[in-house]
């Protein structure tokens, strides 16, 4: 029966259905619509989950892929196929065997006239070709090779593009600098494309989850405004003299006005730009999946985040994910494991051991004073004995040094519950008993003891966790496994921490938008230091994937902050203060690095760092070595800016 519908219903029925989705893929196609994938090793980049039909993939060039031909039901058809030479085997002068690569793995061709050996001779390796012919099966003894039980016999071929020359082997392992400058070329590389591939099936499942929430996508301006804290921005001149945009470290502001303007749920996979030094899990430009909701709590944001991330993982490889995360509170990830974004696929747990050790003891210590404020931190590294040699010790020391942690000493516990090795020089027999009571070690283990300011001993001893950890798994005393995904909540941050550079002032510990817990909504005015912020991080291995936080939806509060708390200039703000006073409902959000999401479910595949799951990644300088970006400008060019360089 026919009804009236208003074009707002209509979209907003067609939202719900999911017709952002469908209609997408009707126009593009997306990979995971039209081919089921898995995450695979580096040998064979697909396998298909059905047959395909010989339409799937067509196109004027080719009829067929290489994924199509591993179906008997296509023994005797004549097939067109494209792809490069990735081997070839002559065998005679009549006989030759090429492995043709295309983007869906490899299928062996068999040349087996002399006139197409002959012209097949003169064509580099890595070349692209079309060939004609028949499939067949292969002998039985040679089904268990790359190409599988079938082959091509061909009957023609032709040059599509000649590589005049390779810039490395992509069977060998060329530099990553020498990669990156011929990235075109590096992208055949199965591991590379592999990424890209999981990369477009998670980011379809992500948008998909979102969007069956309700959540729509929605751009915001990558040109914004200078804003001061957090990280540097690049600046973007424009011809109006001293006037610059800034691109934006996030969509922060722009979203929480979506929910100001009536967005409900608003989600965007968001470019986002941070000038910062070369770390291998960071990139001048990267990419998050960022959603904001109005009306919610903290508990509404967190397990909304929680289904997206099983989305995610089950999309990615295949992992099912609990459906609630541990949490752990920021004052109790401090104490146990150093640092706000625990692994906790190990233990090693950093325990204080005062008690355990006498005030006198820290003069084991030549760099620490005795006093109030010194603090006793150890941990206990199971089965170590035969880690700790006096080379190990010494590197250890050295890195310690490196990261200002004073002298760690350590001790391995011998058949008779006593400590032998530098820690038991200046502890006596009941204080080695104790302290090995305490950490409950067993004879073959090793306790490493530190002292300090109680203020910096625990992160510095956080950092020792990590590298010990590191060092322990490279030498095969630690076994971690890179497919196990421990994931956890980091809660209860304080709102507030002493500022980077100036001396006496304050700092947001997340953003300046960041909402206090409600129960400190007094201590604001009054104790400021003892807030505790409704902001929380979703971490997984000791990688912090995103941090989410409810806002501050009145204007006042926020102004207060700004002004008398972070001594922030109003004026830069004044957009984001005068949208709230528009009656703005409590929201709250998250934004996931997608970027730090693609590093650790690949870290099995032997992903090491952003580099090796971007497409086309900066070096660890911050420089583009394909195109040689960023590169000069003529004086004449900055003129129009009114931009003068020394």
């Known amino acids: ?24 893929r009707g126009l593009c196609g997306s990979v995971s619509s039209r081919l089921p994938m898995r995450c695979v090793s580096s040998s064979l980049l697909f396998k298909c989950n059905r047959k395909l039909s010989s339409s799937a993939f067509s196109t004027s060039k080719r009829t067929h892929v290489s994924a199509d031909i591993d179906n008997n039901g296509l023994v005797g058809e004549k097939v067109t196929m494209c792809g490069w030479i990735e081997s070839k085997r002559l065998i005679g002068e009549d006989l030759s065997f090429v492995s043709l690569r295309d983007h869906f793995g490899h299928i062996q061709l068999k040349f087996n006239a002399k006139d197409l050996v002959d012209d097949l001779k003169v064509v580099p390796e890595e070349s692209s070709i079309q060939v004609k012919g028949t499939v067949v099966e292969r002998p039985m003894k040679q089904q268990r090779g790359l190409g599988g039980s079938f082959e091509v016999d061909v009957d023609t071929f ?6 005049s020359s390779a810039p490395f082997s992509l069977k060998g392992n060329a530099k990553e600098e020498v990669r990156l400058t011929h990235r075109p070329f590096d992208l055949r590389r199965a591991d590379v494309q592999n990424a890209l591939v999981t990369r477009a099936k998670t980011l379809s499942a992500a948008r998909s989850f979102l969007e069956n929430q309700g959540f729509i996508d929605v751009e915001t301006p990558t040109l914004f405004k200078r804003t001061p804290g957090g990280a540097n921005e690049f600046l973007v001149p424009t011809q109006e003299e001293n006037k610059f945009y800034a691109l934006v470290q996030s969509p922060q502001q722009y979203k929480q006005m979506l929910m100001v303007g009536g967005i409900d749920r608003y989600y965007q996979v968001a470019r986002c730009y941070r000038d910062e ?3 291998v899990d960071r990139q001048p430009e990267f990419t998050q999946v960022d959603l904001e909701m109005s009306f919610v709590e903290q508990e509404d944001v967190m397990s909304l985040t929680e289904g997206l991330a099983r ?19 920021f004052a109790e990830a401090m104490s146990s494991y150093g640092v706000d974004k625990p692994d906790t696929r190990f233990e090693m747990l950093l325990h204080v051991v005062d008690e355990e050790l006498a005030e006198n003891t820290v003069k084991l210590w030549d760099s620490v004073s005795a006093g109030g404020n010194t603090h006793f931190v150890a941990m206990k590294v199971d089965n170590a004995k035969s880690y700790f040699t006096r080379k190990n010790i010494d590197r250890m020391q050295s890195y310690a040094k490196g990261i200002d942690v004073p002298l760690p000493l350590v001790g391995v516990v011998d058949e008779k519950g006593r400590l032998s090795s530098t820690l038991s020089k200046g502890l006596n027999g009941i204080m080695q008993e104790n302290l090995v009571k305490r950490m409950k070690a067993t004879p073959g283990d090793a ?6 300011d109680a203020n910096t001993i625990h992160s510095g001893m956080g950092k020792m966790r990590t590298y010990l950890a590191t060092d322990l798994e490279d030498k095969g005393f630690l076994k971690i ?37 409600s129960k400190h909504n007094d201590l604001i005015r009054s104790s400021p230091w003892e807030v505790r912020a409704q902001h929380f991080d979703l ?7 995103g941090g989410g936080s409810i806002r501050i939806h009145d204007a006042e509060l926020q102004e207060y902050i700004l002004s008398d708390i972070l001594n922030e200039d109003l004026n830069v703000f004044k957009q984001m203060i005068d949208a709230l006073k528009y009656g703005a409902p409590p929201h709250g959000g998250i934004a996931l690095g997608f970027d730090r999401v693609m590093l650790v479910m690949l870290a099995s595949k032997g992903a090491l760092s952003l580099r090796d799951v971007m497409a086309f990644p900066k070096s660890f300088s911050g420089k583009e070595l394909m195109s040689g970006a960023p590169s000069s400008v003529s004086k004449e060019e900055l003129e129009i800016y009114h931009i003068a360089t020394k």
């Open 1 to 24: 029966r026919h009804t009236k519908t208003t074009p707002f219903k209509f979209a907003s029925k067609m939202l719900l259905r999911g017709f952002g989705r469908g209609f997408g």
């Open 158 to 163: 032709s040059l599509l593009g000649k590589c």
């Open 277 to 279: 030094g070369g770390r």
């Open 311 to 329: 989305a995610i993982w089950k999309a990615g490889c295949g992992v099912s994910l609990p459906e609630t995360f541990p949490r752990m509170t």
């Open 447 to 452: 306790i490493v003891v530190a002292a300090g």
């Open 481 to 517: 496994d890179k497919r196990q995904f421990n994931f956890l909540w980091v809660v209860d941050f304080p709102m507030f921490e002493p500022h980077e550079i100036h001396e006496g002032r304050m700092q947001a510990c997340h953003h300046p938008f960041t909402a206090p817990i």
């Open 539 to 545: 971490v997984v291995n000791g990688v912090e994937l």
